[in-house]
Structures are given as C-alpha cells and as structure tokens.
C-alpha cells in the first residue's frame, strides 16, 4: 500500500547508503528536536547543544571530501539530510544549510588551500560556527547593490565597512564570510571576505522581533573599518558569480529540506483528522478533509519526484541553476501552502506551538523569502525561457 | 580481541503484519527490513570491546540480497568487516533454528582464533531465541544470554557477566571465547554517522555460499526437527463499549462491568 508521506515509492529510488543517511538524521530529529522544538521556537532560541551532535553525526558540510573533514555524500543524500533536519525545525535545516552550503562551500570552492585547511575541519567538527554577510539592508533581491565596501590598506590588506542583515547565525558565529565591493572594475568588484567575527570593528545585532524562523539565529552584522589581511580574502572569486554559485548549493537544500516541513504537516493532519471527531464521525471520513489531504499528498508526491531528479541531475554535474531557482521556487510555496492547510485541519489546535503546522507556516513564510524570494526566482527562469532579462 | 557479531535482518517493529496465503509464513513485500535491534546492542558492545582492548569486530549474517543493507548499516555503526552467506531465495525458508545456526557456525568456522561471539539475545521476528545458545552448543562453547553487564579480563582470559532475571540478577564468570547474548540495557548503540555510512561502503563484505561451507539447503530442510505449522494473527481487539447517561446510573453500571465481565473486581 503506497504511504501517504511517500505516494510514488520514491525512496525505491535511493541507494542503500543514501536512505541509511535519511533513517539516521530522522531518528536524531525524532529523539533530540521533536520533543523540544515547539518550546525552542517559542522561547526564539536555537539549541547550541545541538551542534556538537550534528557536528559528531557529520551533518555540517558532508558533501566536501574526507581531508576537510566532509563525508562526501551524494547530493541525494545531502538532500535527505535536509528533508530530515526541517521535518524538525526550518530554523535546524538553516543552521546546517548556512554553516555547510554558504560558508563552508565558500571556502571550499573560493579559498586558497592554506584557508581550506585552516577553517574547513574545525567547521565540520563544529568548533566554529560561519556565517554568509551578503544581504544588506538596502541591498536584497539585488545583491549587485550592496553598500558595503572593501579598499585596500597602505601593508597590502583591506579595510571593510558596511552592513549585512538577515544573516543566519550571525551573533554565534566566529567566522563570517563577507561580500563587499573593491574598487576594481563594477562588473568584478564583488569579493569574498573570511572574516573573524572578533576582529576589532566586527559587531552585531540580533533580530528579536521575529514572529517566524524563531528557532534560528538572525543578527544584522557592522563592520566598521575591519581590517583583514590579504590572506582573508577568497582569491577564487570575482564578481557576483562568487556568492550566488553558494546560494545555488544552499537553494538545492531548501529545495529538499522544505519536503520534510511538508511531510512533518501532512503526518500531522493525518494523525489528527483521523482522530479527531465531529458529527459522530472522524473529520477524515469527510469529503472536504478528504479533498485537501489528498491535495496535499499530490504536491509532497511531485516534490519528491523534483527532488530525487535535481539530485541526479547535480550528480553528473548537469543542474543549472535556473532549474535548481525553478525548485526552489515551488517547493518553498509548495510546502507553506501545505503547512497551511494542516494547520486549518488542526482547527483550534493547529494555532499552538504544541502541534506543528502553525509553527512551520510561520518558517515557511521566511523560506519563501530567503534565498531568493519566488518572484526573483520566477524572473530568473523567465529571462532563461525567453531570453529576456525582465529584472 | 577478534569478535563476532551475528546479525539478523528483521521487520521493522512498526511493520503491520499480514500473513501469506498459506497461513505458515508472512508476506514478505512491502515490509522494511530493519537491523534486529537487540543485535544492535551486540555490535555496541563489540565495538566498545574493539576499542579498549585492539582487534576486529567482524560481523556474521546469513540472508537473501535485502541483508546486505542491514550489514552496511552495521558496517556504519563502526564494525570492521562482514561475512555473509547468502540465502538463495528457494529452499532455505525450511530450515529450523538448528538448520540456521549450523549455517553460522560453519561460516566462523572458515575462520579461526575468535575470542568472543556476540548476538542479540533474541530476534524480534520469531522472538525464539536460539540462535546464541545453538551455537554456543555447537561450537561447544560457553554461554550467558540476557546479558546487561560485562568485564573483560583479556589477560586471564575470563568474563564477567551480569545477566537479567525476572526482578533480579545474576553474575557468572566463564572463560573466552564464549557466546554472549544482549539484552537492551547493556548500552546506547551509537548512530553510524553520516561519515561512516559513506566508509562502510568500501569496507569488505565477503559472500560465501551454502555450498562453499560444505552445506546445502535442501539437506539442512530435511533435517529440519521444529516445523512452522501456521501463524495467527491476535484476534480483533472487541468493539469498546461506551457509557452514556446520568453519571450516576453510567457509574453503578461500570462497576457491575468490572465485576461481571472484566471480573476484575
């Protein structure tokens, strides 16, 4: 009989090693963030106790190889890592997606081998926390706006002043990887920065007024005249290629870890419309509950199928990244639309923290923003469609 | 210390079971096989002995294609290499108890100098719990099953085990190599971690066939002594019966209830 959280067998589809990964992180998100994560996400804290153990798991850049400390996994496994991790909390999939897909991959994919081996395998093992400063207050879904700004210092360094907001873990992290413009020629200006968040100059500020992603740590970072030395700065990168090839990899997470609020939902609204009584029967011997559970199974089914086949797809080196923008696009919407709709089922209920389709619409609204918004995504596969640029 | 670890592919315990057509075996499609999971504090307890005292934690399966998975998760928890001796699909579904630790006891037998075997002190498919003492008989070996404690003096070669009563417990000293059999309790099985899932991919796993230990299945069928005549599911829980009206009269006729039909009063 087909399972409502897996309609199409798709699981058939992994490899042996690929749902071993999946059955490990599901069981650590049963028994250490489930019993808690309504609580968490109420008080607006992210559980630092956590990270050791994610680190010991090796959820923190398991896609690099073994010499930085990574596992090498496939993209289908490092996709079900993330199913896994927002079946928990959006807030613990974006710990893992910032500390591995932004600023570990940074490094991996723009630093020098000196700085590969100087941050990489402390960032596996979870002794420090990175951060990705691109977005600014003023610069969000045009990233090639952004204020801040890097000049080179009279020893051959570079001194950086501006501000980044909306970043990830940002008041916990010890390193952050920031994008600043250099005065070099506009259309290559942009460059990666390694950043300790300790350097004189380096502040931040956590936002607190969040009525979303409460599990996850947000801050605005200032940087007031820091001074790195050249060493710090990614020398593989140039221009905006740089940060958005990150949020390509970061993107190809969401597409996948968003299927794990929407199973989370739809198990909920299963369990409690088949128990739930009105009328003198279960509200799931209803045609209208009947009607969105299925609606709801559909799209989870075709999320899963999308996902399975960008894994592939990233596998041989073959996944643009229009089509990863497409996936993106679709299963954040897909997935709020879901969480939505169990939160309806849950009636009264389903507006507490103690179940959780109230709590995961709440996150998915900042998934359907973050990393993208759906409309740049939209716009992004249009001018791929149609040759037109309409930004 | 060389350690052998016999494991088990089992239902997963979530598994709703549904019997086959003819009522002596189960229906086998559909279901998630899952490592046995008494077998895993056997390989914790393994492992835990590995890296106090040096050696090899090997582990021992005998199974069809699907176990293979099952010795991978294994593999990932951290043991070292497996033996598996593959099931062919035919035939050795007729093996009793005894058939199948003969099976196991030939393929340690393809190998020598084992200090210590360990298995889960029952599967929860059969829930017979033969295997660890048929095979501490076959090898003529001693044997604790149930087993919540254990010290090993590697040096005199001598264990100390505590093992679980009905409320109470026991402690026995025997000499290696012994067979041990885990009882939940005995430890916390680690998670194979994301790393070691990947690792476990390359570790050996080396297949032997019935016929490469002398054995075939058709004979092993025959000798068979304990035969499954048929399963029954547990019947149909009855339909609750539910007390409506004036709380009074609802409680005067719950305690006729308990007293006539739970007869528990």
Known sequence: MPKPGDYYDVEALYLPEERQVRDVVRRFVADRVLPNAGRWWQEGTFPMELVPEMARLGCFGPTLPEQYGGAELSPVAYGLMMQELEYGDSGLRSFASVQSSLAMYAIYRWGSEEQRRQWLPRMAAGEVIGCFGLTEPDAGSDPGGMQTRAVRTAEGGW?????????????????????????????????????????????????????????????????DQVEVPEAARLPGARGLSGPLSCLTQARYGIAWGTIGAARACLDEALAYTGTRMAFGRPIAATQLVQERLVGMVSRLGAMQLTAHRLGQLHQVGALSHQQVSLAKRDHARAALDIAREARELLGGNGITTDYGPMRHAANLETVDTYEGTYEVHTLAVGRDITGHNAF | MKIAVLVKQVPDTATRIALAADGA?????????????????????????RDAHTGEVVLVSFGPDRVEETIRQGLAMGADRAIWVKEEPSGSAEMDYLGRAQVLVAALAQEAEWDLVLVGKQAVDDDAAQ???LVAALLNWPQAMVVLGLEVDARARRLKVIRELEGATERVELPMPAVLGAQRGLNVPRYPTLPNIMKAKRKEVRQVALADLGLDAASLADDRRVVVEGYQLPPPRPEPKVLTGDPAEAAAELVQLLHREAQIL
């Open chain 1, 159 to 223: 001194r950086i002043t501006g501000a980044k907001r909306w970043i990830t873990n940002g008041s916990v992290a010890q390193v952050a990887v920031v994008w600043a413009k250099t005065s070099g020629e506009p259309a290559d200006a942009i460059r990666g920065f390694v950043v300790p968040t300790d350097a004189p100059g380096f502040s931040t500020a956590m936002i607190k007024t969040k009525a979303s992603m409460r599990m996850s740590v947000t801050s605005e970072l200032f940087l």
């Open chain 2, 25 to 49: 075996s189960i229906q086998t499609s559909g279901i998630k096989w899952v490592l046995n999971p008494y077998d895993e504090f056997a390989i914790e307890e393994a492992l835990k002995l």
């Open chain 2, 131 to 133: 295997t660890g003492p």
